[in-house]
């Protein structure tokens, strides 16, 4: 089983650590590359005018630290990416109260698509940045394209395992996995037999789903026996695809 995760926008910034080295990261030497060439863009760009790297990062005034933040990630401390990543997906996940048993398992479990470094593991040292999957930047061009062209090759054949996908669309253009064995993960309100999304709640159950597959002893070997004991913690409809090029849905129905 794989449980794909989007990064968050919020991150908690090590206060110390060892510096970037992308070496060390899941998936080297193949991506290493390429995130050296979206690094090095991010970095210049947030040396640069500062209008110009707000305008691209897409950032609001009150966000404008941010660039700060980029301009310094080849020098910034480093710590495990699920201890980086913050917001509230991760809050319901509750990496740190995982059992140690747990985490050791999550390293092939659970795979984070960032913009910034392509996939990581839990473990892959990082530094807080800002970056989105749908920036553009400058000689790298729009990332989710440009990741997709990387991660097909060096993700090929995680994909033969039941694979829970819990990626905005966004983070989801970068790597498709095979739809047959690929479940999305979705989250409804419903209310007076209406259902809608809600974006808080979507990201807080999706975090909940994450922790309670994480800690089952028992990996599920299909996209029914995923459904099957999430059902056990959640009301659940498994959505069988339309087509062969359709994925599986998980729904997650809140009352």
């Not at 640069?48 to 310094?72: C, F, H, Y």
């Not at 090929?156 to 739809?179: C, E, F, K």
């Not at 996209?223 to 659940?236: M, P, R, W, Y």
Request: aromatic residues 6%.
């Amino acid at each position: 089983m794989l449980i794909l995760l989007p990064p968050s926008e919020g991150k908690s910034a090590p206060a110390k650590g060892k510096r970037l080295a992308l070496s060390t990261l899941a998936f080297a030497p193949g991506l290493s590359d390429p995130r050296s060439r979206v690094l090095e863009s991010l970095v210049k760009l947030a040396r640069g005018p500062q209008k110009k790297a707000s305008d691209t990062l897409g950032l609001t005034p009150g966000l404008a630290g941010e660039i700060k933040v980029d301009s310094e990630l080849m020098s910034a401390p480093c710590a495990p990416a699920l201890e980086v990543y913050s917001g509230v997906l991760y809050e319901a996940l509750g990496w740190s109260s995982l059992p140690t048993p747990v985490r050791k398992r999550a390293e092939d479990q659970l795979l984070v698509i960032s913009a910034l470094f392509g996939a990581l593991r839990p473990s892959d040292a990082i530094p807080a940045y800002r970056l989105s999957m749908d920036v553009t930047l400058p000689r790298v061009g729009g990332l989710s394209a440009f990741w997709k062209k990387h991660l097909s090759v060096a993700l090929a054949g995680l994909d033969s395992a039941p694979v829970i996908d819990m990626r905005s669309q966004t983070y989801a253009i970068a790597w498709v996995p095979n739809p047959t064995n690929t479940a999305q993960v979705r989250v409804f309100l419903e209310k007076n037999g209406k259902r809608s999304v809600v974006s808080h709640m979507a990201k807080l159950t999706r975090g909940e789903v994450a922790r309670e597959l994480l800690l089952q002893t028992k990996v599920p070997t299909s996209i029914t026996g995923v459904a099957k004991v999430l059902s056990k913690q959640f009301e659940v409809e498994h959505v069988l695809p339309s087509n062969a090029k359709k994925p599986h849905y998980l729904d997650i129905i809140i009352r």
